[in-house]
């Protein structure tokens, strides 16, 4: 441990659970910037032993990470574990819950796509299975529609820039986290990895869209773009997603909005107004990933007008929306169903194919 300490600090895990955060979710205290930046540069070198990680990790679930800590996880995680590469077109890097879907439509796929055709560059990363629910992912419905995945981050950029859609694997493009997928796995709970997975950035974009369950999260959210010294965002849109996943929920919900320099702004919408007029249970499907493949290919080659087209074509105005290549989302939902029509969209598609 001396040699440790030498090297990382004067805080070892055991340490912190002692002094500051392991004791319980109503006594514990927050950790300074620096301890946790230590805490995780400590993880990712593979110092702690398997019980002391353990016990870390729900020590900070019971007792929430605050914004700083988890700015500090994140940086470190930029900078020790997060290959970059950057593409010439700036696009929206859209940082799902990487657990994945297990009941509804994974409909992320076919949104980028649409959102692409009509002029919008789209980044999206995942991973294969991650802990804890180790559901489809949007690799999963990629390879499913014959879709390389397993690039390393130059060709997911050269990707991003030859057909207007990217896809970053975790393990090329974040491969210290990646090393930690069986200790996760093993925890059976989300710790504050799968948090600061989705904004690891790979494609350095301007522009982040995300999902969150409550509103509340949205703002720690922007709140650790905020006190990021390694991320550069500029904007972010937050919705209220499906499972978790930045496919948006139907019905009534809640969209914030954050740009660099001004507070979050949160307002409500009806999806039926954009024509997405359905209840959740109407995008459950029987194999997420064979069968949202099936209906990502049959909605872009303009063979289906369903609920699945109409949700398709409102994420893909979202995320026109987001990178702000639309006015509004009426406008965006206008663009998608003209590339769905057109034969854009599936233009799109065959080029990712043929990747």
């Known amino acids: ?28 205290d927050d950790m300074t910037r620096e301890q946790a930046r230590e805490a995780f540069q400590r993880i990712l070198a593979g110092e702690p032993d398997e019980t002391t990680l353990g016990a870390f990790w729900l020590a900070n679930r019971w007792k929430r990470n605050n914004p700083e800590e988890l700015a500090a ?23 799902a819950n990487y657990d994945g879907k297990h009941t509804s439509a994974l409909l992320g796929v076919g949104a980028g796509v649409v959102a692409a055709a009509a002029g919008t560059p ?47 694997y975790q393990p090329e493009f974040n491969p210290g986290v990646h090393d ?29 869209l995300g999902s969150f369950y409550h509103l509340a999260f949205a703002k720690k959210m922007t709140d650790l ?60 499907v029987d194999d997420v990933t064979a069968d949202s493949a099936a209906i990502t290919e049959a909605v872009l080659a303009g063979e289906r007008d369903d609920q699945f087209a109409d949700a398709i074509a409102l994420n893909g105005a979202f995320r026109m929306y987001a990178r702000q290549d639309v006015d509004s989302l009426e406008d965006g939902l206008e663009r998608a169903r003209e590339v769905i029509d057109d034969g854009s969209a599936a233009a799109v598609l065959e080029d990712l194919q043929s990747f």
């Not at 040699?3 to 805080?11: D, V």
């Not at 990895?193 to 350095?204: G, L, M």
């Open 1 to 28: 441990m001396a040699q440790a300490s030498q090297e990382f600090g004067e805080w070892p895990l055991k340490r912190l659970m002692t002094e500051v955060v392991g004791s319980g979710h109503k006594s514990a």
């Open 73 to 95: 996880y994140t940086d470190v995680m930029r900078e020790e574990a997060v290959i970059t590469a950057e593409p010439d077109c700036d696009p929206v890097d859209c940082g």
């Open 122 to 168: 789209v980044v999206v990363h995942s991973g294969d299975g991650v802990p804890t629910q180790k559901e489809t992912a949007y690799k999963h419905v990629l390879d499913e529609l014959g879709v390389r995945t397993e690039l390393a981050p130059q060709e997911s950029a050269d990707m991003v820039d030859e057909t207007g859609f990217g896809f970053y």
């Open 180 to 208: 930690l997928f069986d200790r996760r796995d093993q925890m059976g709970v989300r710790t504050f990895v799968n948090t600061i997975e989705t904004v690891a950035n790979p494609a350095n974009a301007d522009v982040h």
């Open 225 to 284: 773009l905020k006190e990021s010294e390694a991320l550069e965002f500029t904007r972010a849109i937050f919705f209220q997603g499906m499972e978790g996943y930045d496919d948006i929920r139907p019905g009534y919900t809640k969209v914030a909005e954050w740009d660099e320099g001004e507070d979050l702004a949160d307002y409500e919408i009806e999806t039926a107004e954009y024509g997405m007029e359905m209840e959740g249970d109407d995008l459950a």
